[in-house]
């Protein structure tokens, strides 16, 4: 699909990387020909880094023909990759009040929604 045509519902389009976002670790949608190798490396890098899953990087028919130089970037940015961004860390204890809730609380009386 041509690039102007995203997002304008032509004849066919399918929004992929909205499609496939709760089957994915991360998406990402090319917009400029010069960013596929740093998309590139950093797809590469989520899909390896933690528990291992499926990405993907949708390229637009226009960003394929485009000549380009093609480069691998010697590392990446950490504040931007979407797998190394901080997280908070987990304690191995609960917190006061969640122990407290939980002790207190009453059984569930209908769960619902819990997969299997």
């Known amino acids: 699909m041509p690039t102007t045509a995203i997002g304008t519902d032509a004849f066919q389009e399918c929004p992929i990387t909205g499609v496939t976002m709760d089957i994915t670790k991360h998406n990402w949608l090319v917009t400029d020909a010069q960013d596929l190798p740093r ?12 528990r291992p ?7 637009p028919k226009g960003r394929l023909q485009r000549m380009m130089d093609w480069y691998w970037p010697a590392s990446l940015d ?12 987990a304690t191995r204890s609960p917190s006061p ?3 407290e809730l939980i ?13 299997s």
Not at 39 to 50: M, Q, R, S
Not at 103 to 115: N, S
């Open 39 to 50: 998309v590139i490396a950093e797809a590469f890098h989520v899909a390896t880094t933690g």
């Open 97 to 99: 009040k969640a122990a």
């Open 78 to 89: 950490d504040r931007t990759c979407p797998a190394t961004s901080p997280r908070p860390k």
């Open 53 to 59: 899953g499926p990405v993907l990087v949708d390229v």
């Open 103 to 115: 002790l207190t609380g009453a059984a569930a009386r209908d769960v619902r929604g819990a997969g």
